[in-house]
């Protein structure tokens, strides 16, 4: 498909999803939504697949979820892509799972671009494989000038090593005079984190799990602190367009107190 088809084919789709009825206008629309996308596996299965046929489809989901994001108005979409516990699956599924962001940028890099939307990353790239390491590189600087939706990788991401590794930096600086221990706090801490460049958005307002699992999975668990979280028993490749509705309808309802009494 050339550029200008593919272009062309996501303008219609994304008009199609809000002449289909989409209007963010009815919900209250989180500014950094995070999704633990799980359940590739168990799609995959339940289809007498290989497992990496769910990942692939997963894939496809991505794609269209960051369009129903921009076309929201969310500001920040992360989505737990690998964790570091995930190096412990079969040698032949972290392979694929690791030629996914190739594959998945070849083909959607023309579309981000298109949306107005700017790739990120947290979690530690420099030990991902080099060409996807390049691989993300590259959709990174292409997408460098958009200004809309902040599509955010989670790649490689560990929430316990994330708060260590600041906590480290933060030691060397008192360690080198530059620091008092006083001055460490929770806006030192938080800007050390890899969210730390999303600035006012780094901590979600909704996280969602798909899959049935209910638990965090080592993701984002200090920027969670006052998240809404909403479970759907849905895997990650079945999830649709109804399904990201019904989840910023659940969001509207929620009334976040941040441990302050009803107005
Ligand atoms: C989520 O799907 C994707 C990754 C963790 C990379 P899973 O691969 O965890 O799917 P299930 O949970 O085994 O069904
Ligand atoms: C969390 O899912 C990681 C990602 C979605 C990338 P897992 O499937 O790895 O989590 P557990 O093992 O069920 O907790
Ligand atoms: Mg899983």
């Known amino acids: 498909m050339s550029i200008f088809s593919r272009i062309f084919n996501a303008k219609k789709q994304e008009n199609h999803s809000l002449e289909e009825g989409f209007s963010a206008g009815q919900y209250k629309i989180p500014h950094h939504l995070a999704i ?18 769910g990942h692939k489809e997963g894939m496809e989901t991505v794609k269209k979820v960051t369009k129903l994001a921009n076309a929201a108005g969310i500001n920040v979409l992360t989505v737990y892509a690998f964790s570091t516990e995930n190096w412990s699956r079969p040698n032949d599924e972290v392979s694929f799972l690791m030629k996914l962001p190739v594959t998945f940028f070849d083909t959607f ?13 947290i979690g530690d790239i420099d030990r991902l494989p080099e060409t996807t390491k390049q691989a993300v590189l590259d ?21 316990q090593q994330e708060i260590v590794d600041a906590a480290r930096e933060l030691a060397r600086e008192v360690a080198a005079g530059d620091r008092l221990i006083e001055q460490i706090d929770r806006d030192s801490l938080a800007e050390r984190l890899t969210t730390g460049f999303l600035g006012q958005y780094a901590n979600p307002d909704l996280i969602v799990r798909t899959s049935g699992e209910e638990r965090l999975s080592n993701f984002l668990p200090y920027q969670a602190a006052y998240s809404e979280l909403y479970f759907t028993d849905v895997f990650w490749p079945d999830f649709d367009k109804a399904d990201f509705e019904a989840a910023l309808a659940a969001y509207t309802k929620r009334d976040r107190r941040f441990g302050n009494v009803k107005a």
């Open 139 to 159: 959709a990174k600087e292409k997408t460098a000038q958009n200004t809309g939706l902040i599509l955010n990788f989670a790649l490689n991401y560990g929430g």
């Open 109 to 121: 890099v023309p579309e981000l671009i298109e949306q107005n939307v700017r790739v990120a990353t």
């Open 36 to 53: 633990i996308m799980d359940g590739n596996g168990r799609w995959a299965k339940k289809r007498h697949l290989p497992r990496v046929a």
